[in-house]
């Protein structure tokens, strides 16, 4: 049972940055064997997905709202996936969660759409205000 750990949120002021880690629990497969999501949900809104990486790294997308600020990547070797947050702006607040789509043998692709993962965190706090 993978087991992920969002960290990184904070307060910030429009226009700065934060970057977002998602650590991952060492069990029979490593986070290489997963495709990983990232998403966030503002108070009152449905849950969004904003970015997706594939097991290798190779392969990402973006949702629209944040392309271009926004950047995801992973590093296998430390179980650990980043999403580094640039130019925020007050409607970029919300709760950030990270999910895992796998395990799976070669490379694991998945969409923005939640229902492809199946391991969730508990999500991290971002608040843009000034």
């Known amino acids: 049972q993978l087991q992920l750990v969002e960290s990184g949120g904070g307060l910030v002021q429009p226009g700065g940055s934060l970057r977002l880690s998602c650590a991952g629990s060492?069990?029979?497969?490593?986070?290489?064997?997963?495709?990983i999501g990232w998403f966030r949900q503002a108070p009152g809104k449905e849950r969004e997905g904003i970015s997706t990486i594939s097991s290798t790294g190779h392969k990402t997308a973006y949702a629209d709202s944040v392309k271009g600020r926004f950047t995801i990547s992973r590093d296998n070797a430390r179980n650990t996936a980043y999403l580094q947050l640039d130019s925020l702006e007050p409607e970029d607040t919300a709760v950030y969660y990270c999910a895992a789509a796998g395990p799976l043998l070669g490379t694991v692709v998945a969409s923005l759409s939640a229902n492809e993962y199946t391991f969730w965190g508990r999500g991290t706090q971002v608040t843009v205000s000034s």
């Open positions: 060492v069990t029979q497969y490593n986070l290489g064997y997963y495709a």
